[in-house]
């Protein structure tokens, strides 16, 4: 099993004046593309695994030869984490308020929007170093917001995400510098909440094939 870049949804200036075109670019076709290819060069190395699901590798990460399992950890994690991460995005079209099952949610478990954009923006915020913010539903099927390291994966703590933030500083630094704040809440315009509803109404969750 061979994985490759998926598709970008739509194109590298389309999430301006947000997300920069540049950081777009080098984001996708360096950094995604570089977990890519080191997740198949583990996996090359471990045949006897290599024709399991990337997420159910990542949920089982004990079963996964020790040899192979930090590369498999960090860069399964990478691919897994972008190819949820693009679609999770989409260009800025005004409405950035969640509707449907998920808004009645949120709304349930934070009260309201806001306090649920602040929660989930002050985990980002404190995420030490590189890692991930993420919306997930827990083992308990509740609505929670937590973080990752690196590139960790809730799946791997048998948490289900449907939204998830980068914070590693090559996803803002090109544009926004040392403001992680500021790329934080210049990313709320571009969540594509109809994908998160999707997800949370039991889509993948972040679950890709090769
Ligand atoms: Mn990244």
Redesign the pocket.
Known sequence: MKYELPRLPYEYDALEPFIDAKTMEV?YTK??QTYVNKLNEALEKAPEIADRPLDELLRHLDEVPEAVRAAVRNHGGGHLN?SFFWTIMKPPAGDVAPGGKVAEAIDASFGGLAPFKDAFSAAAAGVFGSGWAWLVIDASGRLAVTSTPNQDNPIMRGERPILGL?V?E??YYLKHQSDRAGYIKDWWSVVNWQAVDEAFKGGSGGAIAA
């Open positions: 984001h950094h995604h972008h980068d590693w090559h996803a």
